[in-house]
C-alpha cells in the first residue's frame, strides 16, 4: 500500500482551511483524514485543524484492527468532535459558527472504512473506472436527488457551498459510515471540493490511471486545478493498494 498527499492554498485564497493527515494505531492500521474548515478569519483551519490532529490522536492510542470495530470506532469519535469543535465555536465570538467536512478512511488487511460528513468526496479507482463512494452532504445534492435540478446545473448552482451537514453542528450529527472490500491495483481518492470544482471525473481519472509515480498524481492533481482557477483551498490524498492481500496464517 502507498499513500500520498498534498494540499495547496489555490489562487483565490489567503488561508488553507484544508488539513489532512495520516496515523497508524497499536496495531498497525492506518487512518487517513481529510478535512475541509469553514468560517471567518482562522476559524475554518481552527476546526479542520481540531478534527484531523484529535481524531488522529484517538486512532493511534487504539488498537482495533476489524472493520465492524472501526466503522463504531469512527461514528463514536466523529460525533464526539463535533461535540468539541461546536462548544470550541461557542467559546470564543471569533470561533462562532466554524466548522468542517470530513472524509476519512481506516485501510484494513482486505477492506477499507469510509466515514464522512459535508462535501468532501472518496473516490475508488477500479477497472478503468471513476466511482464515487460518498455522498455530498450538501443543498445542492439535495435538489438533485429531488429532481428539481440537473447535476449540470448544480455544477453552477449559487448556493452551491451550503452544506446540509458538518461537523460543529449543535446536537448530535449524522455521519455515512460505509465498508469496502479492496481488490489488488484500486486506487482511493479523498478530495476536498477545491479538486472536484475544478477538474472534471474524466480528467481525475485519466491523472491516476497514468504512468507516473503517486506524488507525481497527486501533484499534477493540484496543478491542474490551479490552472482551471484554483477558486478555493485544494487537497488531494491519493492510497494506492499495489500489493496482494496477505493472507492470515
Given at each position: 500500500m502507498e499513500i500520498n498527499f498534498q494540499t495547496d492554498v489555490g489562487r483565490k485564497r489567503n488561508t488553507n482551511q484544508d488539513y489532512a493527515g495520516l496515523f497508524e494505531n497499536q496495531a498497525g492500521?492506518?487512518?487517513?483524514?481529510?478535512?475541509?474548515?469553514?468560517?471567518?478569519?482562522?476559524?475554518?483551519?481552527?476546526?479542520?485543524?481540531?478534527?484531523?490532529?484529535?481524531?488522529?490522536?484517538?486512532?493511534?492510542?487504539?488498537?482495533?484492527?476489524?472493520?465492524?470495530?472501526?466503522?463504531?470506532?469512527?461514528?463514536?469519535?466523529?460525533?464526539?468532535?463535533?461535540?468539541?469543535?461546536?462548544?470550541?465555536?461557542?467559546?470564543?465570538?471569533?470561533?462562532?459558527?466554524m466548522g468542517t467536512t470530513i472524509v476519512s478512511a481506516v485501510l484494513l488487511?482486505?477492506?477499507?472504512?469510509?466515514?464522512?460528513?459535508?462535501?468532501?468526496?472518496?473516490?475508488?479507482?477500479?477497472?478503468?473506472?471513476?466511482?464515487?463512494?460518498?455522498?455530498?452532504?450538501s443543498l445542492v445534492n439535495e435538489l438533485v436527488k429531488s429532481g428539481e435540478i440537473t447535476r449540470e446545473m448544480a455544477a453552477n448552482h449559487p448556493r452551491k457551498n451550503v452544506l446540509t451537514r458538518s461537523l460543529g453542528m449543535p446536537g448530535m450529527v449524522e455521519v455515512d459510515v460505509t465498508n469496502h472490500l479492496w481488490v489488488h491495483d484500486d486506487y482511493i481518492l479523498l478530495c476536498s471540493d477545491g479538486l472536484t470544482n475544478m477538474v472534471s471525473e474524466e480528467e481525475i481519472l485519466a491523472v491516476l490511471l497514468s504512468e507516473r509515480t503517486l506524488s507525481e498524481k497527486v501533484d499534477i492533481l493540484i496543478t491542474r486545478a490551479n490552472e482551471a482557477g484554483g477558486a478555493d483551498n485544494i487537497t488531494v490524498l491519493v492510497i494506492h493498494f499495489n500489493e496482494q492481500k496477505e493472507e492470515n496464517q
Open positions: 492500521v492506518s487512518l487517513a483524514i481529510l478535512a475541509d474548515g469553514m468560517g471567518g478569519h482562522q476559524a475554518g483551519d481552527v476546526a479542520s485543524q481540531m478534527a484531523v490532529n484529535n481524531l488522529g490522536e484517538r486512532w493511534q492510542e487504539s488498537s482495533l484492527e476489524t472493520s465492524e470495530k472501526a466503522a463504531q470506532w469512527l461514528i463514536k469519535e466523529i460525533q464526539d468532535e463535533n461535540e468539541k469543535i461546536y462548544q470550541k465555536g461557542q467559546s470564543q465570538s471569533e470561533y462562532l459558527g488487511d482486505q477492506s477499507f472504512v469510509l466515514a464522512n460528513i459535508g462535501d468532501s468526496r472518496a473516490y475508488l479507482v477500479r477497472n478503468n473506472q471513476l466511482l464515487q463512494l460518498t455522498e455530498d452532504h
